[in-house]
């Protein structure tokens, strides 16, 4: 199974691509968790792309397709994965195509995950990620909160508010994806596997995909 998962940031594409790897048994390609380990590490990709990031732009479409790339040749790969922040413009998903070609994948769907702006808002401004790189496990200060205040309840390391995810850095996320990832689903839309769900509730967003997969 091969799944490109779209949406706004804050959407739900962490959230439902976990329920979807334990589901079908697949990976989760996230490409932000791939940059975030890339910064972690100091690696070059990890320097081109943190000021980016830092300022909610998209890193230029050379550093992701290079970093997908490889990932996309690990073993792991082989089962099957759902994409998780990738594709985030045309070129990008022109270039994927390619990948897919070269690689004689077949793309299985395309999922658009639907939610209001209010509550993208909300949900970015209240999220909380595990400071762990090995975990990056993400709470909801107000629907998913840590059993002990500011502790990964997985890790024990302490939770923190993302760089990206202060409040006007979200707003720039939100317009760079208005203006370069929302064309995406006029792309995919002619692809007869495409289909757009409203994601407000996981469990119930679930049930949507899974009764259209
Ligand atoms: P995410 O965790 O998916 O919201 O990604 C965090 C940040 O990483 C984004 O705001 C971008 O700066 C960068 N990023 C992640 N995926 C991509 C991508 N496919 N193309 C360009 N930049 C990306």
């Not at 300022?55 to 479409?61: Q, S, Y």
Request: hydrophobic residues 40%.
């Amino acid at each position: 199974m091969r799944i490109i998962l779209l949406g706004a940031p804050g959407a739900g594409k962490g959230t439902i691509s976990s329920l979807l790897v334990d589901k079908f048994g697949i990976v989760q390609l996230s490409s932000g968790d791939l940059l975030r380990t890339e910064v972690k590490r100091g690696s070059e990709t990890g320097k081109k792309a943190e000021e980016f990031m830092n300022n909610g732009a998209l890193v230029p479409d050379n550093i992701i397709l290079d970093s997908m790339r490889i990932r996309l040749n690990d073993d792991d790969c082989a089962k099957g994965f759902i994409l998780d922040g990738f594709p985030r413009t045309v070129v990008q998903a022109d270039s994927l195509k390619q990948m897919f070609a070269d690689m004689a994948l077949v793309l299985n769907a395309v999922i658009n995950l639907e939610v209001p702006e209010e509550i993208l808002l909300r949900r970015l401004t209240s999220r909380r990620t595990c400071s762990n790189t090995d975990c990056q496990a993400i709470y909801n200060i107000h629907t998913k909160p840590p059993k002990t205040a500011n502790k990964c309840d997985l890790c024990g390391n302490a939770l923190i508010q993302r760089d990206d995810e202060t409040e006007d850095v979200i707003k720039n996320r939100l317009i760079v994806y208005k203006e370069k990832t929302q064309p995406l689903i006029k792309y995919y839309s002619a692809y007869s596997q495409f289909f757009s769900v409203p994601c407000i509730d996981a469990k119930e967003c679930m049930e949507a995909i899974q009764k259209k997969l």
